[in-house]
């Protein structure tokens, strides 16, 4: 799994996904930017090494000779945690400055699934239209947003079931994952 990690807010969600890669099993191969970078120093106590040491195989930023630039290497897709817009921008368009965005074209144009966490609120039209045109491209939106039936006790928990839901998409069944399983008390009896 190619796993890219962007400057937007929430880079923990890419920590995460390292981790339940691991956990998992799966191959993981990174690219950061250097605003994920900064994000990581101010929103975490993790160092870079910390954050890619979690990972199987790190890529540089620049390095476009990477496998993970070609489509000829297999993954089973990509996911963008978080994706800033400035990130998302690039994969829209297809002009691609970076590893990061490069992979993510690969993915599109190989058809296979690529994920993006997108991390910007409130959208205007541009953001919205650029959505638009990723979704009709074959990438699937997924904000980290919280799933309040859970009860989460925690911002751990908040964010391992939004890592946990993603994975879903993969057909990857994450144990920290809590499911639906129906409505209960006085609602379910209406």
Same mark, same amino acid.
């Given at each position: 799994?190619?796993?890219?990690?962007?400057?937007?807010?929430? +880079? =923990?969600?890419?920590?995460?996904?390292?981790?339940?890669?691991?956990?998992?099993? =799966?191959?993981?191969?990174?690219?950061?930017?250097?605003?994920?970078?900064?994000? @990581?120093?101010?929103?975490? $106590?993790?160092?870079?090494?910390?954050?890619?040491?979690?990972?199987? +195989? /790190?890529?540089?930023?620049?390095?476009?000779?990477?496998?993970?630039?070609?489509?000829?290497?297999?993954?089973?897709?990509?996911?963008?945690?978080?994706?800033?817009?400035?990130?998302?921008?690039?994969?829209? /368009?297809? +002009?691609?400055?970076?590893? @990061?965005?490069?992979?993510?074209?690969?993915?599109?144009?190989?058809?296979?699934?690529?994920?993006?966490?997108?991390?910007?609120?409130?959208?205007?039209?541009?953001?919205?239209? /650029?959505?638009?045109?990723?979704?009709?491209? !074959?990438?699937? =939106?997924?904000?980290?947003?919280?799933?309040?039936?859970?009860?989460?006790?925690?911002?751990?928990? +908040? %964010?391992?079931?939004?890592? !946990?839901? %993603?994975? $879903?998409?993969?057909?990857? $069944? *994450?144990?920290?994952?809590?499911? *639906?399983? !129906?409505?209960?008390?006085?609602?379910?009896?209406?």
């Amino acid at each position: 799994m190619v796993v890219g990690v962007s400057g937007a807010s929430g +880079v =923990i969600h890419g920590v995460r996904l390292l981790d339940a890669l691991r956990d998992l099993g =799966i191959e993981s191969h990174l690219v950061v930017t250097r605003a994920a970078l900064l994000t @990581l120093s101010q929103e975490t $106590d993790l160092t870079p090494d910390d954050l890619t040491g979690r990972a199987d +195989v /790190t890529h540089r930023l620049n390095d476009v000779g990477a496998s993970i630039a070609s489509g000829s290497f297999r993954t089973l897709g990509m996911i963008v945690a978080p994706c800033s817009v400035r990130t998302m921008g690039e994969i829209a /368009t297809g +002009v691609t400055s970076t590893l @990061l965005t490069r992979a993510a074209d690969v993915a599109l144009k190989e058809r296979r699934r690529l994920v993006l966490m997108v991390r910007e609120t409130p959208l205007h039209l541009g953001h919205l239209r /650029t959505l638009t045109a990723l979704a009709e491209m !074959g990438a699937v =939106i997924a904000p980290p947003l919280p799933a309040f039936y859970t009860r989460p006790e925690s911002l751990d928990e +908040v %964010v391992d079931q939004s890592v !946990g839901r %993603v994975l $879903d998409l993969f057909g990857l $069944d *994450w144990a920290p994952v809590r499911r *639906w399983s !129906g409505l209960k008390g006085p609602a379910a009896e209406t």
